[in-house]
């Protein structure tokens, strides 16, 4: 499979949203938004950029803030769902266009949620990978004990300093960890040099953490007067063999999200684009290409 260096992929970066993000851009046509998870960056998307490109579509993948080469505003409160969801509407008028596919896996899916909650006039159609709707994630945690066992880390990730230091110095164990429910040579070890020197040392993981404390911090009363209804079509692509999240959260609140197609590929894991790229990609081809 063609990896996203071969189409000469150009690197770029814009100040949006009053920060400073990274990105890369390939191909031409309608605009496709691919938003990275914890821990990755751009490179989480190194089999969709070339399937997309050759579909016709002009393709952007961001850093996140406080991911990799892209800016790390200090402070967990720069890292709120809103600011995150207005960096992505930020950069796709950066980039000339009113409207854009948008694509989020892990927390880029939660930010996509939200980019199509709140801006949803520059979303065309969602498209969401392995992540529940924020209202679902929120209830199921409150209620089900074993949804809060798998979801250990994000209260320690609570704890100062000492999270982004422990997986700082684990470097490449400590995300080989990560990944290791993902299909048997979904990360080479060229793509795991790749998350370390994007990681590297604890100031890079400072971001990402943060993340987690803003989402952990803010109050749910807060939180749930953002959410109202997505107009947009939407699709889940859902791995059932998910170690973080429980598959019965794969499909969300048809009064919040309407127009919703979910798709289960029940032998991926939770890094779905990765385990099973060829079908990862014919569903947002196709599901894209049906707008037209």
Known sequence: MAVAEELQVQHK??????????????GSGPL???????????WSWRSQI???VEAGYRVIAPDQRGYASSEKPVGWRNYRIELLAADVAALI??????????????????????VATLH?????????????????????LMRNPKQLLHSWYMFFFQ???????????GGRDALARAYGDAREGAFT???????????RGPEGFRGPINWYRAALRTPIGRARRLYRPIPAEVLVI????????????????????????????PNASHWVQHDEPERVNALLTGFFDAAA
């Open 238 to 265: 859902w791995g059932e063999q998910d170690r973080f999240l429980m598959a019965s959260m794969a499909q969300p609140s048809p009064t919040l999200v309407p127009h919703v197609r979910v798709e289960r590929l």
């Open 159 to 169: 704890l100062p300093w000492l999270p982004e230091r422990l997986l700082g110095w």
């Open 50 to 52: 070339p399937a997309l």
């Open 13 to 26: 970066q814009a100040v949006v949203n009053g920060v400073r993000l990274h990105y890369v851009e390939a």
């Open 93 to 114: 008028r950066e980039a000339g266009e009113e409207r854009a596919f948008v694509v989020g896996h892990d927390w880029g899916a939660a930010v996509a949620w939200m």
């Open 120 to 140: 949803p006039e520059v979303v065309e159609r969602l498209a969401i990978l392995n992540v529940p709707h924020p209202d679902t994630m929120q209830r199921t």
């Open 189 to 199: 070890d060229a793509d795991l040099d790749r998350y370390v020197e994007a990681l």
């Open 32 to 42: 496709v938004v691919l938003l990275h998870g914890f821990p990755e960056f751009w």
